[in-house]
């Protein structure tokens, strides 16, 4: 239930908007060495809360995310 809780705490325009905006950023820097420390310094969420709103809002990971984009930048 705590999940549940948390999970709809997150969802809110203004994350979305941060979700896609962080979306841009790895599309440009997706040659970049990417990890979990970049992206949670670059966006302001926790580890737990990106992969929360990643799957929510984009339907996969942000790790699925970042092999996805380099694969179409190839």
Not at 10 to 16: A, D, S, V
Not at 49 to 72: D, S, V
Request: overall charge positive; glycine content about 2%; hydrophobic content about 40%.
């Amino acid at each position: 239930m705590k999940r549940i809780n948390k999970i709809a705490y997150l969802l809110t325009p203004i994350n979305q908007k941060k979700i896609e905006e962080l979306c841009a950023v790895i599309t440009e820097k997706c040659e970049d060495p990417l990890g979990w420390e970049q992206l949670t310094k670059i966006s302001g969420f926790t580890h737990s809360e990106l992969i929360a709103l990643f799957q929510t809002y984009k339907q996969t990971t942000p790790m699925a995310f970042i092999k996805n984009a380099r694969r179409l930048k190839l």
